[in-house]
């Protein structure tokens, strides 16, 4: 098992940022690739980005690249969300989830064995 616990989230301005945080614990984090999904009311829960377990691989969805980055420290069994240009259309519910290293980067939430309990975004316009 692994347990996920998001962090950062809350109310800016648009244009303004946010860091998210998501901390794991349980069993060792190195082995896992992890996601960060959102989802806003009334709307199905949404890929944002993807890192691959060494840090060396991200995937992003396209109305978020060039504004967010994705990392991970395993040191500190940890991974970020920098959100950049935030825009009122990315106020969501924001979820980290975990899957055992794959070849390939996975977009698709089903993939995902395990889930934080979300942080809540609101960007102002």
């Known amino acids: 098992q692994v347990q996920l616990v998001e962090s950062g989230g809350g109310v800016v301005q648009a244009g303004g940022s946010l860091r998210l945080s998501c901390a794991a614990s349980g069993r060792t984090f190195t082995p896992y690739d992890m996601g960060w999904f959102r989802q806003a009311p009334g709307k199905e829960r949404e890929f944002v980005a993807a890192i691959s377990w060494t840090g060396t691989i991200t995937n992003y969805v396209d109305s978020v690249k060039g504004r967010f980055t994705i990392s991970r420290d395993n040191a500190k069994n940890t991974v970020y969300l920098q959100m950049n240009s935030l825009k009122p259309e990315d106020t969501a519910v924001y979820y980290c989830?975990?899957?055992?290293?794959?070849?390939?980067?996975?977009?698709?939430?089903?993939?995902?064995?395990?889930w934080g309990q979300g942080t809540q975004v609101t960007v102002s316009s």
């Open positions: 989830a975990a899957r055992p290293r794959d070849i390939v980067l996975q977009r698709m939430p089903p993939a995902y064995n395990y």
